[in-house]
């Protein structure tokens, strides 16, 4: 059953295909689902951008998203042509192809990483915390909470989702966190 989460942007829903390394399923700069346990899903060089995951334990479906930027109305044509590019009109997308994989809403775990404040040392733009705040947003309105997160700072992160878990690790140089 799929249910619908709300977003105020009315982008329309896409086909979201899969890049795959053997079983890793790589995500940069757009989003992955997946229902396959062997899967593990990641995402490299998160800076100002966000990830998120999000994973129902029951079914074991869950998926990734690497967004570069708050809102999609900086761009309208990218926001339809790559939703995942912002935060806005990907993470409506994200979690709707969950739901059509058989995820349920009361049973989602989402955690997220990123939104570091690189090469804007006046504080001129501040994206990743723009792309923090449109996310908290978006989960608030929907009644979502975030069970994880490592966010902030000045560096770039890499981001792991694994299927048979749901286990969802942080890597930051040659330190791995577990969120």
């Known amino acids: 059953m799929e249910m619908q989460f709300s977003t105020s942007t009315g982008a329309p829903p896409v086909t979201v295909g899969r890049r795959r390394v053997g079983n890793v399923v790589v995500s940069i700069a757009d989003m992955k689902t997946s229902d396959c346990p062997d899967d593990l899903v990641v995402t490299y ?10 994973y ?8 990734m998203m690497h967004c570069m930027l708050p809102l999609g109305r900086v761009d309208p044509q990218k926001a339809e042509s790559n939703p995942p590019m912002f935060v806005d009109t990907g993470i409506p997308l994200l979690f709707n192809e969950v739901y059509r994989l058989g995820a349920q809403k009361n049973r989602l775990i989402v955690k997220v990483a990123g939104c570091s404040q690189l090469l804007d040392d006046k504080k001129l733009f501040e994206i990743g915390q723009r792309n923090y ?24 992160r890499t981001l792991f989702l694994d299927m048979a878990t749901g286990e969802v690790i942080v890597r930051i140089k040659d330190q791995e966190i577990t969120l």
């Open 133 to 156: 705040t449109v996310l908290r947003k978006i989960l608030w309105k929907n009644n979502i909470l975030i069970s994880g997160e490592h966010i902030g700072g000045s560096f770039s």
């Open 45 to 54: 060089a998160l800076g100002s951008c966000l990830g998120v995951a999000i």
């Open 56 to 63: 129902d334990h029951v079914v074991k479906v869950g998926g």
